[in-house]
Structures are given as C-alpha cells and as structure tokens.
C-alpha cells in the first residue's frame, strides 16, 4: 500500500526532472569549474545526453540509481505498490540504455556513464576519468594530423 494519498504521489512524479537535475548541475559547474566547455542535453544526439563534449565525441550520462536500475534486485523489495508496472519501467530504461550506448558507440563516441553515488561521493574520480577520455582523444586526434604534416 502507498504511504502517499493519489494527489502526493502524483505532486512527487511531476516533480522529477529529466534535465537540469542536481547530480548533473554537480558534475556540470566541477567540469566548468575545471575550464572544461560542453554542450547540455543535446537533443540532435542519440539518447539526448546530460553532458557532450562535441570536439571530442564524448558524452556523459548521470543515472540515478531507482531510475537506471543499479541494484535493481534490492530496488525491487522496495517498492511496496505496482511492482510489475516499475519492474518492466526499470527494465525498459536498462535496455534504453544498452541501445543508446551501443548505437553511439558505432557513431564514433566515447559513452561515459555516472551513477549518481559516484557523482556525490566520488566526484574527483569522475572528473578524472572525463579529463582521461579527453587526453585520449586529444593524444589521437594530434598523432594522427602530425602522420599527414610534411
């Protein structure tokens, strides 16, 4: 049974945000912070991530944890009603995820993904990797025009 009345719970739902959230604005302002320049949301690419770096094809995802499964076994005692209606929610958004790393891959990206604890706890770890990634490709991008240099 629902701790919440009808209209509560729908209050909660329609505040959920699937842009602007707090892990992303964290992980966000430590990159700009960082001078680091990206793009937000893009709309014109697949899976429409929270954080693009364009010039070096990287895009970054921030997954809450109930939303993007993580522990999913444990996610799904918790939840007392309409189990079957998140389970396959859940499940679908997993999947969603596969497909969107998957076919961004083939475009050429580098698909990083966060959970939301490793942004709260562990936010120089990401900021790392992300700093990591763009070296990387930096490095390529510098020996592969210098092959083509006279």
């Known amino acids: ?8 719970r729908h209050r909660n739902m329609q505040a959920i945000r699937s842009s602007g959230t707090k ?3 964290i992980l966000a ?3 700009w ?11 014109n690419i697949v ?3 929270d954080i693009v770096f364009r010039k070096y094809k990287i895009a970054i995802f921030c997954d809450s944890e109930f939303w993007h499964g ?3 076994r444990k996610t799904m005692q918790r939840i ?7 389970k396959n929610k859940i499940l679908r958004n997993r999947e969603r995820d596969r497909e969107v790393t998957i076919q961004l891959k083939r475009e050429g990206w580098r698909v990083l993904r966060f959970w939301e604890t ?5 936010l120089q770890d990401c900021i790392s990797e992300i700093e990591k990634n763009i070296e990387e490709v930096s490095f390529k991008k510098e020996t592969l025009l210098s092959k083509y240099e006279p």
């Open 1 to 8: 049974m629902d701790r919440l009345t009808k209209e509560q």
């Open 23 to 25: 892990i992303e604005v």
């Open 29 to 31: 302002k430590a990159l």
């Open 33 to 43: 912070h960082r001078g680091l320049r990206y793009r937000k949301n893009c709309k």
């Open 47 to 49: 899976g429409k991530p």
């Open 70 to 72: 993580k522990d999913f």
């Open 80 to 86: 007392g009603t309409n189990k079957e209606f998140w």
């Open 118 to 122: 490793e942004i709260k706890k562990n």
